[in-house]
């Protein structure tokens, strides 16, 4: 699905990535994990094409295609599709509208027909009923007025209407309370398939007894320095970060 | 020794434009001329005109005023083209005189509609009543050389539900139309009147409308008003309205087009319990400039004031906004908003904007506000990121921005015809 081999990033002249590789196939749930400043956060606005960041090695196959030479509307058009840590309030543009925009255009650029007016609403009737958004929500404009959880829950609602190969949710769980993790956690879980993948960045060990990762990674300092099974996770909560950045900085 | 008499540029400039034939006041029309004759254009050390430059407009050579032969145009052109409701009265005019060959619909019972030209002394007495002309030199122009216009007489208690239309066209080059347009709407009455202005293979020309509107106790009045003349032509408008108690009066300004547009309201608001609503919209690109300048007169207690203008330039455009509210002092229980916001697309437009309350009155609720940015990056990324085109993105903002205000208009079929302008110019689908 996607293979990032040796990727460098910086910002204003500073390298935040650092040759940092991995390998996520069809079907899998990667979970990347590691302190603050490590670069997770980078790595997602990098994949998105936030264009801030320059690249100034490495590459990124995206299902046979390079993922850096493509814009970030046709990413999401090829199929990624990043959950935003802090999703953009756009006053007076209607989430419906949105993702009416949204879902036209993707379907355009893959050649297919727009969506009629009947099969959007049912859609999205089903697909928010997944996140347990309220349908009201839905018309108001782009996460306006909208709490925390309701934001993040928007985020997945949308990842379900656009139906994405490969999701990228960027500290999803960060200022959630427990009702709204188990609530989008579950829509997350719903929409895994076989054909589709996940990369779940996160600070937290929490969020991963909801969304069950396959391999769990660990980035720090813009590379990743060490993959394991799910219990990696547990581990790290446990005993937190140190004894890792101690294995690293001692190579 | 000679005795040098320096005429005023604006007399010069009315020199070869018709002189009102209208059954106005004689005395009103030479209060006018002597406005004219010591009068010039005002520049930009004038307050009011001080981000609005008027030399383009003082430039037009008036001498040969040809293009007041009729365009040769028929109904069809005029509903395919310009018709706006296909419901209603529909007037057209060009170049300011009235063209009933193109005029067409069902005169509505309980209203008087028909060319100012065709109108009396006795239905002229209150035109110019409460119109300035002191220092007002297009004011003074319009007064002492109105060709025709619209007179429209709403009786008591008369509810007319199709529109009223007024089309203008300007056409030719240099021509100078100078429209009045006379409004009352009796007690307990209620009407809708659309007016909409045009070029039509014109050059340098200028359109200067004055439209006096009494809206009597308890009437109900809304405008709506399109602007859209081509690029390389001028307009000035006035809008003088005086509310009487219980009235409601709507105002909607869509400006599209035209490259120098300025538009005056003075609302005076006379009585108790009044509701004041005034919505405009600006749109615009290459080199236009487009001033509102609005004053809502609050005189009585117990009324309450809207007003919302939005602006979107792009390229190199102007955009001015100017809105004064008074609350005089015995008009206690006031509630006036005031709402101007811009978004500028490109480094190099600008706009100038100032929102102003004067208050006498010590028990009234009123605010203002203004702003001015750019489309939000972050908002940008964030529509991209889910597929949507930059420009598509951008689209959605601008027109969210703007529809806020244009959807203001309850009328939809001037709504849709703004939608279908909008389009046109800019590419822009709603």
């Given amino acids: 699905m996607i293979s990032i081999k040796n990727l460098h990033a910086s910002i204003d002249g500073k390298e935040i990535l650092k040759g940092l590789n991995l390998e996520v196939k069809a079907g899998e749930v990667h979970a990347i994990m590691g302190p603050n400043g490590a670069g997770k956060s980078t790595l997602a606005s990098v994949l998105a094409g936030r264009e801030e960041y320059e690249i100034t090695e490495g590459s990124v196959d995206f299902d046979g295609q390079d993922l850096l030479e493509l814009s970030t509307e046709d990413r999401a058009r090829e199929g990624l599709f990043l959950a935003f840590q802090y999703p953009i309030e756009i006053p007076g543009v209607s989430n419906i509208n949105f993702l009416r925009t949204s879902l036209n255009e993707i379907r355009e650029y893959k050649g297919e027909e727009q969506i009629s007016a009947k099969d959007f609403m049912a859609l999205v009737r089903e697909k928010s ?34 139906n994405p190969k490969l999701s990228i949710l960027d500290e999803t769980d960060s200022g959630l309370d427990i009702d709204a993790l188990r609530i989008v956690a579950n829509g997350v879980n719903k929409l895994k398939s076989p054909e589709n993948a996940t990369i779940v960045i996160t600070h937290y060990q929490r969020l991963l007894d909801y969304i069950v990762p396959d391999v769990v990674h660990v980035l720090y300092n813009g590379k990743i320095v060490k993959s394991g099974p799910k219990e990696l996770a547990l581990e790290l909560e446990e005993k937190g970060y140190d004894w890792i950045k101690a294995e690293v900085d001692a190579q | 020794m000679n005795e040098l008499i320096q005429e005023s540029k604006v007399a010069a400039f009315v020199e070869h434009l018709p002189q009102t034939m209208l059954a106005i006041d004689k005395e009103l029309v030479s209060k006018a001329v002597t406005t004219i004759k010591s009068t010039d254009f005002p520049t930009t050390r004038t307050e009011a005109w001080k981000y609005t430059r008027l030399g383009r407009i003082a430039a037009i050579s008036t001498a040969n005023q040809t293009a007041r032969e009729g365009k040769n145009l028929s109904r069809e052109d005029i509903n395919s083209s310009y018709q706006i409701s296909k419901t209603g009265l529909t007037f057209v005019f060009e170049n300011g ?4 060959d193109l005029s067409s619909g069902e005169f509505p019972a309980g209203a008087t509609i028909k060319p100012l030209t065709g109108c009396d002394k006795a239905e002229l007495s209150n035109v110019g009543k409460s119109l300035q002309l002191e220092n007002e030199v297009f004011h003074a122009m319009n007064t002492a050389h109105a060709v025709d216009g619209m007179y429209i007489s709403i009786q008591d208690k008369a509810i007319i539900d199709a529109p009223i239309q007024l089309i203008h066209l300007i056409t030719g080059k240099n021509t100078v139309s100078n429209l009045r347009n006379f409004i009352q709407i009796g007690k307990f009455a209620k009407a809708e009147i659309m007016q909409s202005y045009f070029a039509l293979d014109a050059e340098s020309s200028f359109t200067n409308v004055v439209s006096e509107v009494i809206v009597a106790e308890n009437a109900h009045l809304t405008i709506n008003k399109l602007q859209y003349e081509e690029e390389g032509n001028y307009h000035i408008s006035t809008e ?19 490259t120098l547009v300025r538009n005056n309201l003075n609302i005076e608001v006379n009585g108790v319990n009044c509701i004041t609503n005034l919505h405009g919209a600006y749109v615009l690109k290459s080199n236009q ?47 006036a908003f005031q709402s101007n916001g811009n978004v500028l697309l490109s480094d190099d437009a600008t706009v100038n904007s100032k929102p102003e309350l004067e208050i006498y009155a010590d028990d009234v609720k009123c605010s203002h506000g203004s702003t001015t940015g750019q489309l939000d990056e972050e908002a940008v990324f964030y ?27 309850e009328n939809e079929a001037f709504l849709n015809y703004t939608h279908s302008l909008l389009k046109e110019r800019f590419g822009w689908d709603f």
Avoid: W
């Fill in chain 1, 129 to 162: 009923a997944l996140v347990e958004l309220d349908a009201k929500l839905a018309s108001r404009s782009v996460n306006e007025g909208f709490s925390g959880g309701e934001k993040k829950r928007n985020e997945i609602f949308q990842m379900a209407m656009l």
């Fill in chain 2, 97 to 100: 005189i009235f063209r009933s």
């Fill in chain 2, 240 to 258: 003088q309205v005086d509310q009487a108690k219980d009235s409601i009066f709507t105002i909607n300004t869509m400006t599209l087009n035209g």
């Fill in chain 2, 289 to 335: 400039h487009v001033d509102n300048h609005t004053i809502v007169d609050h005189k009585q207690p117990h009324c309450e004031s809207n007003e919302l203008y939005k602006g979107v330039m792009d390229e190199k455009s102007t955009g001015v906004f100017n809105g004064k509210v008074f609350v005089r002092k015995d008009a206690q229980k006031i509630n």
């Fill in chain 2, 383 to 409: 529509l991209r990121a889910r597929g949507i085109s930059e420009k598509s993105a951008r689209h959605l903002m601008v027109s969210a921005f703007i529809e806020d205000v244009v959807n203001k208009i």
